[in-house]
Each structure stands twice: as structure tokens, then as C-alpha cells.
């Protein structure tokens, strides 16, 4: 149980373009979702937490406007990366915590690799 | 305000040999912590955690971790390393004061060589 679905789990794009990283919730409801980014050989960054039915919260250094952001419902939240460049190219990651509290642990999708060329 | 260090960045071991990766953390409030392993283009996988039960935890694929206060530790351990252990571990802090905000450790290399 509490499995989150990413997708997808590798793409590339142009630079310029926009990308769209979904996680889906497929047998809770998620209230809140986190979305990491890992560079490579580093540790994952927390870059912003999704809360269903509000503006998320963009940790420091994150841009806003640049990773948009939408959790629309309790099942699903988005991650558009916006104007994608090389720079943005890195595996992202979200996470939930089951049944809302971190005592009973986090799920995480299985990553999206992006790849802007 | 929490934070976890990772002692070591790469760790080689034996095949057979035992594994120790070592965590150490700092916490506000009573923290839960965990382990997770990620296996090259894998996402992450839970090995185990603590949450104010059992200091001894047990986890999966024969690794425990011991929660010790006074040290303000929680190695990783496994008796005997095994080829498929080969891959990065993360040492995982969460505080429920925190708003379930996870932070990370920098990430253990596990090489095992036969």
C-alpha cells in the first residue's frame, strides 16, 4: 500500500521548452507532497512541499517561477519545469508521507530523469 | 532545526564481511529516523526506521540500526555484505515539529568487492 506513481521516468527536451512531472497518489490521499532534485554524486535537495488546495512552499534558493508547482487534488501533484535549460537537467523525485505523519514513513516515486539539450 | 551527517562518503567492504555506515544527527524534537538505499537509475527504497519505539530496528535484506541518544547516532549494520548490497545509502531525519520535512544525509558509496 501507499504507493506514489511518477511519471514519466526518463525525458528529454529542447531547451526552451516546458516539462510536466506527475505524481500520482494510487491508494491514498496525499495532502502533502514533497519534490526533491538530486545532482549528480550529491544528496537530495528538498525544492518545495505541495500542500492539496494551496500555494506550495518553495524552499530558498528554489525559483518559484521557474518549478511551478500545482496540487490540485489529494491525488495528484505536478512539477512543471518551465523554460527548461541544461542546468535544470537532474533526477527529481517526490515523496509523500503515508497516512500524513512521518511516523508511519515516506513513499517515494521512482524519479523522473531530465535531460535538457 | 535538524540536520544528519554521514560520515563517510564511500565505504568498501568484503563480500562476507561485516558492513557498518555510520549516521550521526541533530534534532529539536524527537525525531524519526531512516535509512533509504538507492541502486543505480533506482528510485529510493526504505531499509528501515526508527520511531521512538525499539531503539533496535531491523530492517530489510538483513540490515538493523541502532538508535542511541547519547550519541546522537543511528549506524547502519549488517553482518554480511553481499554483491547485491553494492549502492548509495541515505541517513534520513524527520521531525514531527518540523512539518514531516525530510533531510537528508549526503549519501554512503557502498562498494563490495569479492
Known amino acids: 500500500g501507499a504507493v506514489v506513481s511518477q511519471h514519466p521516468s526518463r525525458v528529454i527536451c529542447k531547451s526552451g521548452t516546458s516539462v510536466k512531472i506527475e505524481c500520482r497518489s494510487l491508494d491514498f490521499q496525499a495532502t502533502t507532497m514533497f519534490w526533491y532534485r538530486q545532482f549528480p554524486k550529491k544528496s537530495l535537495m528538498l525544492m518545495a512541499t505541495?500542500?492539496?488546495?494551496?500555494?506550495?512552499?518553495?524552499e530558498q534558493g528554489v525559483e518559484k517561477d521557474k518549478f511551478l508547482i500545482n496540487h490540485a487534488s489529494l491525488t495528484l501533484s505536478t512539477l512543471t519545469v518551465t523554460s527548461a535549460h541544461p542546468e535544470d537537467s537532474s533526477f527529481y523525485i517526490c515523496s509523500a508521507p503515508k497516512e500524513g505523519r512521518s511516523y508511519y514513513g515516506y513513499t517515494f516515486g521512482s524519479g523522473t530523469r531530465l535531460t535538457v539539450v | 532545526a535538524q540536520s544528519v551527517t554521514q560520515l563517510d562518503s564511500h565505504v568498501s567492504v568484503s563480500e562476507g564481511t561485516p558492513v557498518l555506515l555510520r549516521c550521526n544527527y541533530s534534532s529539536s524534537y524527537s525525531p524519526s529516523l531512516f535509512w533509504y538505499v538507492q541502486h543505480p537509475n533506482k528510485g529510493l527504497q526504505l531499509l528501515l526506521k526508527?520511531?521512538?519505539?525499539?531503539?533496535l530496528v531491523k530492517g530489510i535484506n538483513g540490515f538493523e540500526a541502532e538508535f542511541k541518544k547519547s550519541e546522537t547516532s543511528f549506524h547502519l549494520t549488517k553482518p554480511s555484505a553481499h554483491m547485491s548490497d553494492a549502492a548509495e545509502y541515505f541517513c534520513?531525519?524527520?521531525?514531527?515539529?518540523?512539518?514531516?520535512?525530510?533531510?537528508f544525509g549526503t549519501g554512503t558509496q557502498l562498494k563490495v568487492e569479492l
Open positions: 505541495s500542500n492539496e488546495g494551496s500555494k506550495a512552499t518553495y
Open positions: 534520513v531525519v524527520s521531525e514531527e515539529g518540523g512539518g514531516n520535512k525530510l533531510t
Open positions: 526508527y520511531t521512538s519505539a525499539a531503539t
